[in-house]
């Protein structure tokens, strides 16, 4: 069976098995791993007896496709997580609700829709991760052009980019370097297309990705910062990044409300309770995650997080979301695995 029809079997047989006992539930779609989900959902739970919060996680561009297949009758009610040109493309197709948060007034005009139909939770920076074992933050590339040189030849693992979305958007960014400059993505792509030569590998999930940087199968992957940290942290893997010293992509990762959804008050419930100063403060220190709220007191937020010299690329979100599935549809047709025997 395919897997879209399993995911909805499964679905819908969480919502007739809730029914009985009149639990209110939502479903929440999600690229954000299974333990903030399952944490904060916990939590609400907890909190908010007789409810039930359902979870899948998949890729951003998985979660775009899904709740596009899904329009004319939504099985979601919250998206939760996707850079922002993603909740743009939303937008743009009338996927989304409006809802303004309550902490509306705490985020700058460029980290959240003009008419409210999705909110930045986190600012996420991307970087180039590395496995600890062999190589140092010295050692490591240290910027994006560095991993063009022929010392990484056949070290570099990557994500499949065309269901991530962090992904869609370091490639993208490697693109925008020059386009900004030329209006043209020749430049990009010719960029593209020795970082492919380079590239060993494109597994398919983020588990294989960090297996194979692991088990040093690969030295090198790109990726975002908080996942890494995580891994490193909480899961013991040998890893540690660099934040390439020539400025780098910091998504605003979006918050959103499906439209037609079955449960549209509570959706709005959790949507407040996960952006929470104090709910904030602890996805900050147990997941790494960077706050996009502008009035959480420094001192409830980690240490590392209130030192970190972040040098962000300027970037035009509205041109990525109208660009990138061009960009990635040409990389995908026309320089993956192009120059390979």
């Given at each position: 069976?395919?897997?879209?029809l399993?995911?909805l079997?499964?679905?819908?047989?969480l919502?007739?098995?809730?029914?009985e006992?009149h639990?209110?539930?939502?479903?929440?779609y999600?690229?954000?791993?299974?333990?903030v989900?399952?944490?904060?959902?916990?939590?609400f739970?907890q909190?908010n007896?007789?409810?039930?919060?359902l979870?899948?996680?998949?890729g951003?561009?998985?979660?775009?496709?899904?709740?596009?297949?899904?329009?004319?009758?939504?099985?979601?009610?919250?998206w939760?997580?996707?850079?922002?040109?993603?909740?743009?493309?939303?937008?743009?197709e009338?996927l989304?609700?409006p809802?303004?948060?309550?902490?509306?007034?705490?985020l700058?005009?460029?980290?959240?829709?003009?008419?409210?139909?999705?909110?930045a939770?986190?600012?996420?920076p991307?970087?180039i991760?590395?496995?600890?074992?062999?190589?140092t933050?010295?050692?490591?590339?240290?910027?994006?052009?560095?991993?063009?040189k022929?010392?990484?030849?056949?070290?570099?693992?990557?994500?499949?980019?065309?269901?991530?979305?962090?992904m869609?958007?370091?490639?993208?960014?490697?693109?925008?370097r020059?386009?900004?400059?030329?209006?043209?993505?020749?430049?990009?792509?010719e960029?593209?297309?020795?970082?492919?030569?380079?590239?060993?590998?494109y597994?398919?999930?983020?588990?294989?990705?960090?297996?194979?940087?692991?088990r040093?199968?690969?030295?090198?992957?790109?990726w975002?910062?908080?996942?890494?940290?995580?891994?490193?942290?909480?899961?013991d893997?040998?890893?540690?990044?660099?934040?390439?010293?020539?400025?780098t992509?910091?998504?605003a990762?979006?918050?959103?409300?499906?439209?037609?959804?079955?449960?549209?008050d509570?959706?709005?419930?959790f949507?407040?309770?996960?952006?929470t100063?104090?709910?904030?403060?602890?996805?900050?220190?147990?997941y790494?995650?960077?706050?996009a709220?502008?009035?959480?007191?420094?001192?409830?937020?980690?240490?590392?997080?209130?030192?970190?010299?972040?040098?962000?690329?300027?970037?035009?979100?509205?041109?990525?979301?109208?660009?990138?599935?061009e960009?990635?549809?040409?990389?995908?047709?026309?320089?993956?695995?192009?120059?390979?025997?």
């Amino acid at each position: 069976m395919h897997k879209n029809l399993i995911t909805l079997f499964f679905i819908a047989l969480l919502y007739s098995c809730s029914s009985e006992d009149h639990t209110q539930e939502i479903i929440v779609y999600s690229p954000h791993g299974k333990e903030v989900l399952a944490d904060f959902s916990e939590r609400f739970e907890q909190q908010n007896p007789g409810t039930k919060i359902l979870w899948l996680v998949m890729g951003s561009q998985d979660v775009l496709d899904r709740i596009r297949s899904e329009k004319v009758n939504p099985q979601a009610d919250l998206w939760w997580g996707a850079p922002s040109s993603f909740f743009m493309n939303a937008a743009n197709e009338d996927l989304l609700q409006p809802y303004k948060p309550t902490w509306s007034a705490a985020l700058n005009k460029t980290q959240h829709d003009s008419l409210d139909r999705w909110y930045a939770t986190y600012l996420t920076p991307e970087v180039i991760a590395f496995n600890s074992q062999v190589l140092t933050k010295e050692t490591a590339p240290q910027n994006w052009d560095d991993l063009l040189k022929p010392e990484w030849q056949n070290k570099i693992c990557i994500r499949n980019p065309i269901a991530s979305g962090t992904m869609r958007a370091i490639y993208s960014a490697m693109i925008w370097r020059f386009y900004k400059e030329t209006g043209s993505p020749k430049k990009g792509y010719e960029w593209l297309s020795k970082f492919d030569a380079s590239t060993k590998s494109y597994p398919a999930n983020p588990t294989l990705m960090y297996l194979q940087l692991a088990r040093q199968e690969a030295l090198i992957t790109l990726w975002n910062m908080p996942d890494i940290e995580l891994q490193k942290q909480v899961y013991d893997y040998p890893f540690d990044y660099v934040l390439p010293k020539n400025g780098t992509p910091v998504l605003a990762e979006g918050l959103a409300i499906i439209k037609n959804s079955k449960n549209p008050d509570l959706a709005k419930r959790f949507y407040e309770f996960i952006t929470t100063p104090e709910n904030l403060a602890i996805q900050a220190e147990k997941y790494f995650r960077i706050p996009a709220r502008n009035d959480i007191p420094p001192e409830m937020l980690p240490k590392w997080m209130n030192d970190a010299n972040i040098n962000a690329m300027d970037i035009d979100w509205q041109v990525f979301s109208e660009k990138s599935k061009e960009w990635m549809e040409y990389w995908s047709q026309n320089i993956k695995g192009a120059g390979k025997p």
